[in-house]
């Protein structure tokens, strides 16, 4: 059996998975050295070194999941387990949640934290890619398949946005929805869904007056005029965009040189997360930038390759939540350094630092290797 899945394993996916990372964890060193010492007195390789344990487990999770059937997390047992345990972490958060960046979005362990809602993405991609694969006879009804699904997401969204996080609430209903819109329903059930959710929307009217002070605060709007007009508040909430104009525009075709970025020395506030992209512009240059979104880019594409030849509608699903996973949060981080969106404090994924997102990648990306891996020795018998 393992000489079977080592003929048929994903080597380029995987590969290409390490090599971001790596490169990842030389840009965090580059941009995080002096700001470590500078901001908080830390060791100047102290978010290095937290780095590299990460990813670590990211690599024994992405190794271990790759061989894992992936047919089994379609199970009626599995699929309650998940949920529950979904739902728990993130009515704990209200009561034993770390609060930081004014969101009580993290369980703080110890010198190490967990955000339960990065891993509720990959949950609300196993639930709606076992629902609607399940239910591919009857996809076109409206009670039996759309509004279970359509429940649970909302649920999730609501209880991350309580956080309050709206940008991760966000991104989790754009990936439900592409699931949907990917599921083979028909245009007039998608119609009816999108009136569901609607009514939903309903239900979470009282949030925005629950919250209206927080959704409305002088920060995110902030966030919004400068986004529209960065220069005009250059000293204010423009600051961070306008800095990190300066180093992509700055580094042009090859950039400054690796360390040499002069943005990360107390200009650009956080150049190991958000930011990190900028840095990698400003230091590696265009080159530098074309590799890194390059990577990306393939994962992304080849996640799809993946989606398309996937021997069951489960796999199918999967393989298209996953890319579409990666390929949003991508757009938003790259989108939010750029000017393109306001910013939403995403990180890019694979090269920014932090240890929950990088980890739900990892297991992610080892469901994707497994579904290609399964895809392939089917084709060979």
Not at 159 to 166: I, N, R
Not at 336 to 359: C, D, E, K, N
Request: aromatic letters at 12%.
């Amino acid at each position: 059996m393992w000489k079977r899945n080592l003929k048929s394993y994903d080597y380029p996916l995987a590969a290409v998975f390490c090599i971001l990372c790596l490169f990842g964890l030389m840009m965090i060193f580059s941009a995080s050295s002096v700001m470590a010492v500078q901001r908080w007195g830390l060791e100047s390789g102290y978010f290095y070194d937290k780095q590299k344990i990460h990813i670590l487990m990211a690599f024994i999770a992405f190794g271990v999941v790759s061989f894992f059937p992936y047919q089994r997390l379609r199970a009626k047992r599995f699929q309650q387990w998940m949920l529950a345990g979904m739902f728990g972490m993130l009515l704990l958060l209200f009561a034993f949640g770390h609060v930081s960046n004014n969101a009580q979005s993290w369980f703080q362990i110890g010198a190490r934290s967990i955000q339960p809602s990065e891993f509720a993405k990959l949950v609300v991609i196993l639930y709606m890619a076992a629902i609607f694969s399940k239910k591919q006879k009857n996809i076109n009804s409206l009670n039996n398949s759309i509004a279970p699904p359509v429940i649970m997401l909302f649920s999730i969204c609501f209880l991350v946005a309580l956080q309050p996080d709206f940008g991760t609430a966000a991104i989790i209903f754009a990936i439900g929805l592409t699931i949907v819109l990917t599921s083979g329903i028909k245009m007039k059930k998608l119609v009816r869904f999108m009136l569901l959710i609607g009514v939903f929307s309903l239900f979470l009217s009282p949030l925005f007056f629950w919250q209206k002070d927080e959704i409305l605060s002088e920060e995110r709007m902030g966030r919004l005029t400068s986004y529209l007009d960065p220069f005009k508040y250059e000293q204010g909430d423009g600051y961070h965009l306008v800095n990190s104009y300066l180093a992509i525009g700055s580094g042009g075709l090859t950039g400054r040189g690796l360390g040499q970025s002069v943005q990360k020395l107390g200009y650009l506030p956080e150049p190991h997360t958000d930011f990190i992209m900028a840095i990698i512009a400003e230091e590696l240059g265009i080159l530098g930038v074309i590799f890194a979104i390059g990577g990306i880019l393939f994962i992304v594409l080849h996640g799809l390759r993946i989606a398309v030849k996937s021997p069951d509608s489960f796999g199918s699903m999967l393989a298209v939540g996953v890319s579409s996973m990666i390929g949003i949060q991508a757009f938003i981080n790259l989108g939010g350094m750029s000017g393109v969106i306001p910013i939403t404090g995403v990180p890019l994924p694979f090269i920014s630092y932090g240890g929950s997102s990088l980890l739900l990648l990892s297991i992610s990306l080892g469901i994707l290797a497994n579904i290609s891996m399964q895809s392939k020795y089917e084709k060979k018998l």
